[in-house]
């Protein structure tokens, strides 16, 4: 634990020292942005639950279509040849180029972050959920049918299975797309609150210590999300199962 | 052949299917432009010439904060990440820096930037390179501890010194980690990239161009951005990287297929 924040300290030392050397005009003290979260802690309360809000919504949406629209091109061929070529291309879409359309439909809001969010989540879901099921061996397949299991029986005890390891990679790269979608999306598309808006708006306002507070907290739950939901995904899956560490 | 016919002709179909439904009206023309509009945009926009800014100086001023930014962030990233796995010390002292700051979305560091460096290029190429240097450092770090300390050992008893163990052990066993590195650095380097573009008015660039025509209501600018977009990585991922992971790990029979 000590050795995992000492080297942390010494960025905060680095950070303090920069500041009194006064390199930097506009840089905040530490002591100062640690006020600021101390005074302004209501509003950037606010803004991390409307924060929590938009990503929890855009990234079920990503989860509730991307999974079945992945086990649909997995499970059947047409539907591969299909969209293949179609996710190929928009996978490596920047999320946030596509923030520009949804503003004119829909102006700034919930609705355009949530989308965002979700349009970030998507694409890795559903490649890696068809990736995972094609990727199942077909003698698995044909070893259950010989043996008599139905439809449901297939899908739930050998193609869900086999591709849970694909399924749950695509999970957590979502994870980080929708994490880095929703503090973008904010910051272009955000009304009133929210993490990315935050930093946004106090940038406009030339509100430096509110822009340092915002950023130490996206910074700590950006840490958090990885440690308690990427790394145990991973433990769980990728680590438990043998396959190699990404 | 076979290969592309089959990756182009569902694509074909899908524009083809895009074009009617355009034409039918049920969605307003102005949020789903017909693909021929957006051909002709992407076209007028390729042909400018001197004096005006068109598509050409956005891509190009684009690519070129993307290379300058993302080369030197994978340099200092493999060289980060060789030091990580070959000095315990270095590792100690740089891993919680990038676990705390790896998920950082990349964009977040515009503003700070800004009011250090500026509107223009500096920002964009420090955001890239930011960006690009993390997935690199973190991989290399990961593929360097993962070589066997046997052929380290082995390599050792048979005399061969400092740079020979790095550069023909290491390296070469920690390829596949690096390549997956350099991908994502990329990937992450040209997304961050392209939302800097946005938010720090460049003035020029592939992002600033499409976030610049929401403000003219010019969709067909936007989606022409999109498909320029994805058509740019797919090249640069397919040919750049194809070529280095045949030159390197699959004619030593490894692979990279780990993301």
């Known amino acids: 634990m000590l050795i995992f924040i000492l080297p942390l300290a010494s960025l905060v030392i680095i950070w303090w020292t920069v500041y009194w050397m006064g390199l930097i005009r506009v840089l905040p003290s530490p002591i100062e942005v640690a006020g600021t979260m101390v005074s302004r802690w209501r509003i950037l309360l606010r803004d991390l639950g409307s924060s929590a809000v938009r990503i929890a919504a855009g990234f079920c949406l990503a989860m509730v279509i991307g999974i079945p629209v992945g086990l649909l091109m997995g499970t059947n061929r047409y539907v591969h040849f299909l969209l293949r070529p179609i996710l190929t291309l928009l996978l490596p879409v920047p999320t946030l180029a596509w923030v520009p359309i949804l503003l004119i439909m829909w102006g700034v809001g919930d609705q355009t972050i949530i989308f965002a969010i979700f349009l970030g989540g998507f694409f890795s879901i559903a490649y890696n959920t068809a990736t995972g099921v094609r990727g199942i061996d077909q003698d698995l397949i044909l070893a259950a049918r010989i043996m008599g299991a139905s439809r449901r029986e297939l899908f739930a005890k050998v193609l869900l299975p086999g591709s849970m390891v694909s399924v749950l990679a695509g999970l957590r790269l979502a994870i980080g797309y929708s994490w880095r979608a929703l503090v973008g999306a904010e910051m272009l598309a955000a009304a009133s609150a929210g993490l990315g808006f935050r930093v946004f708006n106090s940038w406009r306002f030339v509100a430096v210590d509110v822009m340092f507070a915002s950023l130490v907290i996206i910074m700590a739950i950006g840490f958090i999300m990885e440690r308690f939901l990427v790394e145990p995904l991973e433990r769980r899956t990728v680590k438990r199962w043998g396959m190699i560490r990404v | ?259």
């Open chain 2, 1 to 259: 052949m076979y290969e592309l016919a089959s990756f182009l002709f569902p694509l074909l179909l899908f524009v083809a299917l895009w074009e009617i439904f355009a034409h039918t009206g049920l969605v307003k023309p102005i949020l789903l432009p017909p693909p021929s509009k957006i051909l002709k945009r992407l076209l007028i926009e390729a042909g400018k010439g001197a004096g005006e800014i068109g598509l050409a100086d956005h891509l190009l001023n684009s690519l070129y904060r993307l290379v300058i930014g993302f080369s030197t962030g994978a340099m200092v990233g493999a060289l980060s990440g060789l030091g990580m796995g070959m000095n315990r010390w270095i590792y100690g002292y740089l891993n919680p820096v990038i676990t705390v700051l790896m998920p950082v979305p990349g964009i977040t560091w515009t503003p700070i930037l800004v009011l250090v460096l500026g509107f223009g290029d500096p920002t964009l190429i420090t955001v890239t390179f930011i960006a690009s240097f993390f997935p690199v450092a973190y991989n290399t770090a990961a593929g360097v501890r993962s070589v066997k300390r046997d052929h380290i050992w082995a390599g050792k008893i048979m005399g061969v010194d400092r740079m020979g163990t790095v550069f023909k052990i290491l390296i070469p066993s920690s390829a596949p980690y690096i390549i997956t590195g350099l991908k994502l650095g990329l990937a992450r380097g040209w997304r961050t990239l392209i939302a800097c573009e946005m938010i720090a008015a460049a003035l020029t660039g592939i992002g600033f161009w499409i976030f610049d025509a929401k403000e003219y209501l010019k969709t067909d600018v936007i989606y022409g951005g999109i498909i320029v977009m994805a058509m740019v990585f797919v090249i640069i991922d397919r040919i750049g990287f194809g070529y280095l992971e045949r030159q390197t790990i699959e004619k030593w029979g490894m692979s990279a297929d780990i993301g």
